[in-house]
């Protein structure tokens, strides 16, 4: 079993930053992909951000050039650096680790909120 738990979300005005962390505990494979999805109201949940063990990472095209993914392995940490965030970037910010086909877990989600 995984426990995921964010953290980090919050109100920022356009143009602001925010950093979440998600912290994994339990049993977690090193090869595992970890990530971040958003799901805004009345929307799909989407890719934001992925990263392998190995380091290598994926972005959605609406967030390259403003948003980092990075991990530290030994602390089974992700974390996820948003820059010039903008009010269409408001959501429910969730993080992802999957080992499939072992499990996919996901964590309760943080607020993220883009407003002045």
């Known amino acids: 079993q995984v426990q995921l738990v964010e953290s980090g979300g919050g109100l920022v005005q356009p143009g602001g930053s925010l950093r979440l962390s998600c912290a994994a505990s339990?049993?977690?494979?090193?090869?595992?992909?970890m990530g971040w999805y958003r799901q805004a109201p009345k929307k799909q949940r989407e890719l934001v951000a992925v990263?392998?063990?190995?380091?290598?990472?994926n972005y959605a095209d609406f967030v390259k050039g403003r948003f980092t993914i990075s991990r530290d392995n030994a602390k089974n940490t992700v974390y996820l650096q948003m820059n010039s965030l903008k009010p269409e970037d408001t959501a429910v910010y969730y993080c992802?680790?999957?080992?499939?086909?072992?499990?996919?877990?996901w964590g309760q989600g943080t607020q993220v909120t883009v407003s002045s």
């Open positions: 339990g049993s977690i494979f090193s090869s595992g992909t």
């Open positions: 992802n680790v999957d080992e499939r086909p072992l499990r996919n877990s």
């Open positions: 990263i392998t063990s190995g380091g290598r990472t």
